[in-house]
């Protein structure tokens, strides 16, 4: 699953104090004033995230490139992350023995 996807909630953004946006969408083939927004918001990469204070004019330049990126809040961000990290933790290895079934056994 995608982080387009994964990560586009309804929730209510206006209560957060601080957001979370993940360009998600490649800026190639945009229009220049899209383009502009994002450079606005310092997201230049695809699948980075910034974070930028919950004010109307925020707000307004997510609302222009909201095809483009996916808003989180802090919650959502820090539990993605955490999610992230579980899913990155070293495992313990697998052992598999190749040993031959013991001789007692057959005869």
């Given at each position: 699953m995608n982080a387009f996807k994964a990560f586009k909630a309804q929730v209510p953004v206006a209560w957060s104090p601080n957001l979370y946006i993940t360009l998600v969408r490649g800026m190639p083939g945009t229009r220049q004033l899209h383009r502009r927004t994002l450079e606005a918001l310092r997201l230049r990469k695809?699948?980075?995230?910034?974070?930028?204070?919950?004010?109307?004019?925020?707000?307004?330049?997510?609302?222009?490139?909201?095809?483009?990126?996916?808003?989180?809040?802090?919650?959502?961000?820090?539990?993605?992350?955490?999610?992230?990290?579980?899913?990155?933790?070293?495992?313990?290895?697998?052992?598999?023995?190749?040993?031959?079934?013991?001789?007692?056994?057959?005869?």
């Open positions: 695809c699948n980075r995230t910034v974070m930028r204070w919950n004010t109307p004019t925020v707000r307004g330049m997510i609302q222009q490139v909201k095809r483009l990126v996916v808003v989180e809040t802090e919650e959502m961000f820090n539990a993605r992350k955490e999610n992230d990290a579980k899913h990155r933790a070293l495992r313990s290895p697998l052992v598999v023995s190749h040993a031959p079934a013991c001789a007692t056994e057959s005869a």
